[in-house]
């Protein structure tokens, strides 16, 4: 089955052509993320106006890469939420109207779930049940898959996501946008300063890691890097990225940790923009018992190929009509 994904929930416009979940036949991702650097965050009204330019052409893209036309393509899979309301609206509407121009099948798809979906393509398709970890910009999640249509929460943060704190902190450290990758950046120079990874002092706190619970925090950590900068203005940037990225790796991974030891699923799925970051992926490789799943970095951020994947696996047509788009949508729905 060939299926056409959609997915402009932020400041992606994608499109890709999936077969059976699997075989990814295009992955087209426009953004615009340069435009956001200089203001260093996302402004929504730019994010949709810009979507509304990029779509069609990253739609014909995806077709002419993957050698197909319309007559090709089985289904049309969108993500309908959560995310921004004018960016969801692009894809959704857009999605609507080839549906019913086509004649083809629309399948809306949540787009934290299909974060998980990025583990399935071009991998040995996980066994369940699985743990998943999905941590974005907007969200941090733990789940448990017991089946495709069977999707448990253990627990999620309780203020700003990891990607939020990655992105926030970044900016108060005049690190740039998106800071997931800035402060990543950063505290790779640690190594070639005087300063050694295992020379980091924990100057900051990890908030609920020691809480009987799977729900995360980040905000408080916000707060710390701010007082800190404060006292110390000098303190080198670095030091402080490398800082901050332990910090959250140290709690996204104990408590994947406990959860694992808890539950004893046969797999775990890292997901989200945030599974990109390379201090993350080895701790979690490293540290987790469960057989680990890692996001080829092309899917590990915002992608259309993963909305394409999760709907082959998760295939619930819905007529054109009855399809809107959800901003507040959470991961189990
Ligand atoms: O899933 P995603 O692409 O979009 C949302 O659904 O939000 O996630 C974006 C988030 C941003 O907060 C970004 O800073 C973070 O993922 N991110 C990273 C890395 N690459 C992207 N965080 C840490 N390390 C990275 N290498
Ligand atoms: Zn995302």
């Excluded at 059976?20 to 996302?42: E, F, M, P, R, Y």
């Excluded at 959560?82 to 004649?103: D, R, Y």
């Excluded at 999640?141 to 495709?148: A, F, I």
Aim: charged letters at 20%; aromatic letters at 6%; proline letters at 5%.
């Amino acid at each position: 089955m060939v299926i056409l994904g959609i997915e402009t929930s932020c400041d992606e416009t994608a499109a890709a052509v999936v077969k059976d979940g699997k075989i990814v036949l295009s992955n087209v991702v426009s953004s615009s993320q340069n435009l956001h650097a200089k203001t260093g965050g996302i402004i929504p009204e730019e994010a949709a106006r810009k979507q509304i330019e990029f779509i069609i052409p990253a739609v014909e893209k995806s077709l002419r890469a993957a050698k197909l036309n319309e007559k090709d393509i089985d289904a049309i899979a969108v993500t309908y939420g959560p995310g921004l309301i004018g960016s969801l609206l692009v894809g959704v509407e857009t999605a609507k109207t080839l549906s019913a121009i086509w004649n083809k099948p629309l399948v809306p798809v949540n787009h934290l779930v299909a974060h998980l979906y990025a583990n399935f393509i071009s991998h040995t398709t996980p066994s369940f049940p699985a743990m998943g970890l999905v941590v974005s910009g907007g969200h941090s999640d733990l789940v448990m898959m017991n089946d495709h249509n069977n999707i448990a929460l253990l627990g999620s943060t309780k203020d700003d996501a990891a990607g939020e704190a990655f992105d926030k902190i970044s900016r108060l450290l005049g690190l740039g946008y998106p800071g997931g990758p800035a402060i990543s950046k950063a505290s790779k120079e640690i190594n070639k300063s005087n300063n050694t990874k295992g020379g980091l002092l924990s100057l900051f706190p990890r908030p609920m890691i020691h809480e009987d619970n799977f729900d995360f925090s980040f905000s408080g950590l916000k707060t710390s890097v701010n007082n800190y900068v404060k006292k110390n203005p000098g303190a080198s940037r670095t030091v402080l990225a490398a800082e901050v990225q332990e910090a959250i790796v140290d709690v996204l991974v104990a408590k994947s940790q406990k959860a694992v030891e808890k539950y004893k699923p046969k797999s775990f799925l890292l997901a989200g923009g945030v599974s990109a970051n390379t201090l993350l992926r080895e701790r979690i490789a490293a540290q987790i018992s469960s057989k680990v799943y890692l996001p080829e970095i092309e899917y590990a951020t915002d992608n259309a190929a993963m909305v394409a994947s999760c709907a082959y696996s998760r295939y619930f047509p819905v007529p054109w009509r009855d399809v809107s788009a959800n901003p507040e949508l959470i991961i189990v729905d």
